[in-house]
């Protein structure tokens, strides 16, 4: 499972960050983006959803390795 | 209305010290006998028909607005004659629709007045700053309100809100609109912008002369305007002789200094773009606050099965904090129509308003299952309290944090305490308790 930000769609509400700083970074205007490669370790599948259903502007998506 | 009416000075219920915080002879804790209101009442005529002849200002919507958006929301977009012409959308995908068409769709005017002012309106950059001109207007903010930064002003509001709580716990009661919530926000934002934070109750008054008295009143409104702007040049003129009143211990640069350093492609802003931010930055960073605590506050109060769950389960505070946002979401946006567009079926022409009741779609059934209901640990929150689109709240983390505190601080101190008497509410663009009067103890 992956994590990914779309930039154009995010507005900096970094309610994913909140909700799974494992998983997001925030830049120098606030705006997120995933850490590394998006991979989201074992354990944190459920955090990663969490982000996704609480991103106001569905910046936020999960990509599962089989795609 | 203007023409009667006197000017700021020359109106004693506009005055902060009337607003609750000095003995009214009123009872504190039943509210009940003597001492005028806490907000004046704004005088419009009677809603005659919510569907086409709506009004933000009537005293129903102020009081309790849920049932008029529940029963908005199965029609098309509402319409009123009032404001010179305006459309009410209630529904989530509605209000995100037009938030989203920056085509359509101008944030000039942000705030809906009974008539427009001036053309152009003042600018107030960024939150009435349209593409391209907007990200620009925006980013020499941004760095200054990430979680990290208003992170280190954390320990600032915790010992805000401790100081507060002190100074009427032994009393057992309190208003905690006015003793409370009202102080919070205000003493950090004119800290962040390098002002006394001694001037709070004249930058509170400014805001109810503006944002409620001023959407009906010209006069007030334009003169507290003004009065904003006064006081800005004359920090920026001291700046400029190498001097400040900031805090001892105030960021640096702090928020005025940002400003004056601000340009776009190497040009400077202009005076009137410095002002516009700075106006804004107070006006937005202060009731819009005020507010969300209040409310919260109230709620806890009401519902005591959710306040001791949220003090036995601590780690329910980021879920909490965001859905006492959507069910009581404060700010209320307007946008002018700059081009004639059809929306599910309403023609709405050029000129027009729209009144972008984030509040309402926040509680759109359609979006939010159970929307009536506040749950704490709701697991899909998109709630638009801070907007939507690139005109999310620039200060959406500082508030956050401040409502975190806020509640966590009066939870540690008062774990136990209810609402006795009426809570009265704001008008107009920002809602929230400007009376709660809480018994604890």
Redesign the interface.
């Known amino acids: 499972m992956k994590v990914r930000v779309d930039p154009e769609r995010c507005e900096g509400h970094s309610r994913c960050h909140a909700l799974a700083p494992e998983l997001f970074t925030l830049d120098d205007f606030g705006n997120a983006a995933a850490i590394g490669d998006g991979a989201v370790p074992p354990g944190l599948e459920e955090k990663a959803r969490l982000a996704v259903a609480n991103c106001p502007e569905y910046a936020v998506e999960i990509v599962e390795d089989a795609e | 209305m203007s023409d009667s009416k006197p000017g700021p000075e020359a109106s004693p219920e506009l005055a902060p010290e009337a607003c609750g915080e000095a003995e009214t002879g009123a009872c504190p804790v039943t509210g009940e006998a003597g001492g005028p209101p806490a907000v004046p009442s704004l005088e419009r005529p009677p809603v005659t028909d919510w569907r086409t002849d709506w009004d933000h200002l009537d005293p129903r919507w102020r009081d309790n607005p849920f049932p008029i958006w529940d029963e908005l929301r199965k029609g098309p977009i509402a319409r009123t004659e009032r404001f010179e012409g305006a459309w009410l959308p209630t529904r989530y995908a509605d209000v995100k629709a037009i938030a989203y068409d920056t085509e359509h769709f101008t944030s000039r005017r942000i705030v809906l007045r009974h008539k427009k002012y001036e053309d152009p309106p003042l600018p107030a950059p960024p939150i009435t700053s349209d593409p391209p001109e907007h990200k620009a207007h925006k980013?020499v903010l941004?760095?200054f309100?990430?979680?990290?930064e208003v992170g280190k002003l954390e320990p600032m509001a915790r010992r805000i809100c401790t100081g507060l709580i002190e100074e009427f716990i032994a009393d057992g009661r309190c208003d905690a609109a006015q003793q409370y919530a009202r102080h919070i926000p205000v003493r950090i934002i004119a800290y962040m912008l390098g002002v006394p934070v001694k001037d709070s109750d004249l930058f509170i008054r400014w805001i109810h002369e503006i944002l409620e008295i001023g959407i009906v009143d010209d006069e007030i409104g334009k003169n507290a305007t003004k009065a904003m702007r006064d006081y800005f040049r004359h920090h920026i003129a001291l700046r400029k002789e190498g001097r400040t009143e900031a805090e001892p211990d105030g960021p640096e640069p702090d928020l005025i200094r940002v400003m004056m350093d601000g340009s776009l492609n190497g040009v400077p802003f202009e005076e009137n773009h410095v002002l516009g931010t700075l106006n804004l930055l107070m006006i937005a960073g202060i009731d819009t606050t005020w507010s969300s605590i209040g409310a919260a506050i109230m709620h806890l109060g009401q519902h005591p099965d959710d306040r001791r769950r949220l003090i036995e389960e601590p780690d329910l505070m980021?879920t909490a904090i965001?859905e006492l946002l959507r069910a009581y979401s404060p700010v209320t946006m307007a946008r002018e129509i700059k081009k004639d567009v059809e929306m599910g079926g309403c023609p709405m022409k050029k000129g027009e308003m729209v009144l972008l009741s984030f509040p309402a779609a926040n509680r759109d059934p359609a979006m939010f299952p159970d929307a009536d209901r506040v749950v704490l640990d709701r697991?899909?929150?998109?709630?638009?309290a801070?907007g939507?689109?690139?005109h999310?709240c620039v200060g959406?983390?500082l508030a956050r944090m401040e409502l975190r505190v806020a509640i966590e601080e009066w939870l540690k101190r008062i774990p136990d305490y209810r609402v006795v008497g009426d809570v009265t509410w704001s008008d107009g663009t920002v809602r929230g308790p400007r009376t709660l009067p809480v018994a604890f103890g």
Do not use: A, K, V, Y
Not at chain 2, 145 to 148: L, S, V, Y
């Open positions: 980013q941004l760095p309100f990430t979680p990290q980021p965001e697991q899909e929150n998109r709630h638009g801070f939507l689109g690139i999310r959406s983390n």
